[in-house]
């Protein structure tokens, strides 16, 4: 083991420089490898890899580049929340590919499922415009590529799917280390490293590097002692799986407390996947009828504030769920493809019109001096009446309200053009009104009674505009 100052640590040192020395993960070898080899003749121009963390993503790309002579430009999440970011990177990587006469550069993306979410928008929609113009492969990971947020990058990518390590596979990858660091290590506690890392092979070979650079020699008792049991979290498959197949209420419990998912998103997977998991009817009702009773609860903790409830909601959504298989336990082993909630993907559907309803609730209840939820619920059922029935007076309170293309779309509905047109009339007809106004205004310097009169003209054109019609113009002209 080198012990020098500027020790490299040992993820880094025994990263794979070949593919062929990236344990696992044929299938997604090869795929990638094909895809690589063709590019740009690919019907995809990006690749998505995903998979579980430290199973070889990155490594795989960077391996990859290295033997087929590619640069490797490489962007964390983190760096390109903003678009300008992203355009500067490719801009600059189309450019260095043709300047060094290199074979080209491949983009990588590391944890795109991390711009998810609204805030980003702009840079997923830049990270889209990357993936369709690159000159570039674009090469993206991501731990949870299902986020519904990344539902267009999932198509206009190759999606290529990572495995999680295998216990042996991780301890094929331990053993040889200890072997290049000339480190004893004893087996067990190699199972045991290996074991607690849930096939996390970073994890795993940091666990290795901890206890060697301590001990040199690493037992089990050592490895025992010094490794707290990792608490990974499970993403929503994982949880479903762990969940139905448990054998203990116990097991069903903590397949809930180690998943990424909280307890109401959890009820809407297991809601969504129950039909899918157990096919006999007696089963599926006494689960759904557990699943019921943890959804009182969940209303009880929501009305009383009492989170003293939340136990025994868990513990009838994971346990009572699990539980339930009776009739044909074996279901509960049965391989499932498990679904996205439904829910969730129309919510994210209806993300936008339901931030235009939103913003529209804001506008009408800053006018009326209500609330939101009044808006919400009374007046704009009403505006979309008028909207509907009424396209000129609809127009005359879009000008007058100031209301966005998208939201005349959202209350007029089939009726905007009409709603449109009108407004185009009414503006025209604010601006003449506008103009001539100002044609009458004689400015008040002139001298005698043109002077008075010029005041008086202006006065009376002021005037106008306040009443009826013309306020609504009035309003929208500033
Ligand atoms: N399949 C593998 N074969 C060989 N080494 C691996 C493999 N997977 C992981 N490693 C080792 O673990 C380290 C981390 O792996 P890598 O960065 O490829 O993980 P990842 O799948 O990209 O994980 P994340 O999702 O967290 O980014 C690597 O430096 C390498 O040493
Ligand atoms: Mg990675």
């Known amino acids: 083991m080198s012990s020098s100052p500027r020790r490299v640590p040992w993820v880094v040192k025994y990263r794979p420089k070949r593919i062929a020395e990236v344990v696992n993960q044929d299938e997604a070898?090869?795929?990638?490898?094909?895809?690589?080899k063709s590019w740009p003749n690919v019907k995809k121009k990006a690749a998505l890899l995903y998979g579980p963390p430290g199973c070889g993503k990155t490594s795989l790309v960077e391996a990859a580049a290295n033997e087929f002579g590619y640069d490797v430009l490489e962007m964390?999440?983190?760096?390109?929340?903003?678009?300008?970011?992203?355009e500067r990177i490719a801009m600059r990587a189309s450019r260095a590919s043709t300047l060094f006469g290199k074979r080209g550069r491949i983009i990588l993306l590391d944890e795109v499922d991390g711009i998810s979410g609204?805030?980003?928008?702009?840079?997923?929609?830049?990270?889209?415009?990357?993936?369709?113009?690159?000159?570039?492969?674009?090469?993206?990971?991501?731990?949870?590529?299902?986020?519904?947020?990344?539902?267009p990058l999932r198509g206009n990518a190759e999606l290529i799917e990572f495995k999680r390590l295998s216990k042996r596979d991780v301890v094929?990858?331990?053993?040889?280390?200890?072997?290049?660091?000339?480190?004893?290590?004893?087996?067990?506690?190699?199972?045991?490293?290996?074991?607690?890392?849930?096939?996390?092979?970073r994890s795993a070979i940091n666990d290795l590097e901890a206890l060697a650079i301590g001990f040199r020699r690493v037992t089990l008792d050592v490895a025992k002692t010094l490794l707290r049991p990792r608490d990974r979290e499970h993403n929503p498959f994982e949880t479903l799986r762990n969940m139905f197949s448990a054998k203990y209420c116990w097991q069903a419990k903590i397949s809930l407390s180690q998943s990424q998912l909280d307890y109401e998103q959890a009820m809407l997977w297991i809601h969504e996947n129950l039909p899918n998991q157990y096919t006999d009817v007696e089963d599926l009702w006494r689960a759904y009828e557990?699943?019921?009773?943890?959804?009182?609860?969940?209303?009880?903790?929501?009305?009383?504030?009492?989170?003293?409830?939340?136990?025994?909601?868990?513990?009838?959504?994971?346990?009572?769920?699990?539980?339930?298989?009776?009739?044909?336990?074996?279901?509960?082993?049965?391989?499932?493809?498990?679904?996205?909630?439904?829910?969730?993907?129309?919510?994210?559907?209806?993300?936008?019109?339901?931030?235009?309803?939103?913003?529209?609730?804001?506008?009408?209840?800053?006018?009326?001096?209500?609330?939101?939820?009044?808006?919400?619920?009374?007046?704009?059922?009403?505006?979309?009446?008028?909207?509907?029935?009424?396209?000129?007076?609809?127009?005359?309170?879009?000008?007058?309200?100031?209301?966005?293309?998208?939201?005349?779309?959202?209350?007029?509905?089939?009726?905007?053009?009409?709603?449109?047109?009108?407004?185009?009339?009414?503006?025209?007809?604010?601006?003449?009104?506008?103009?001539?106004?100002?044609?009458?205004?004689?400015?008040?310097?002139?001298?005698?009674?043109?002077?008075?009169?010029?005041?008086?003209?202006?006065?009376?054109?002021?005037?106008?505009?306040?009443?009826?019609?013309?306020?609504?113009?009035?309003?929208?002209k500033q």
């Open 118 to 151: 609204r805030e980003d928008v702009g840079g997923l929609e830049a990270v889209l415009r990357l993936v369709r113009n690159t000159n570039n492969p674009v090469v993206m990971t991501a731990n949870d590529p299902w986020d519904p947020a990344l539902r």
């Open 290 to 476: 557990a699943l019921s009773r943890a959804d009182v609860y969940l209303g009880r903790i929501v009305r009383s504030g009492d989170w003293d409830l939340l136990a025994y909601a868990v513990d009838l959504m994971t346990a009572g769920v699990a539980m339930a298989a009776q009739n044909n336990p074996r279901d509960k082993y049965r391989w499932t493809k498990y679904s996205f909630p439904q829910k969730l993907l129309l919510m994210a559907r209806t993300r936008e019109t339901r931030a235009v309803r939103d913003d529209l609730a804001s506008i009408i209840a800053s006018h009326l001096h209500v609330s939101t939820t009044t808006a919400k619920n009374d007046v704009i059922p009403l505006l979309k009446i008028i909207f509907t029935l009424n396209p000129k007076y609809a127009a005359k309170l879009a000008l007058g309200l100031k209301l966005s293309e998208k939201m005349i779309e959202f209350l007029a509905g089939p009726n905007k053009t009409l709603v449109m047109r009108y407004l185009e009339e009414l503006k025209r007809k604010q601006s003449e009104v506008a103009r001539k106004a100002e044609e009458h205004y004689v400015p008040r310097k002139e001298s005698g009674e043109n002077a008075e009169e010029g005041s008086k003209v202006k006065h009376r054109a002021t005037r106008k505009k306040g009443g009826g019609l013309l306020s609504y113009i009035g309003k929208s």
């Open 172 to 201: 094929r990858v331990l053993r040889r280390i200890c072997e290049a660091e000339n480190i004893i290590c004893e087996d067990d506690a190699l199972n045991y490293i290996a074991e607690k890392s849930e096939g996390d092979l």
């Open 76 to 86: 964390n999440a983190s760096d390109f929340r903003r678009a300008s970011d992203i």
């Open 29 to 36: 070898k090869s795929k990638f490898v094909s895809w690589l």
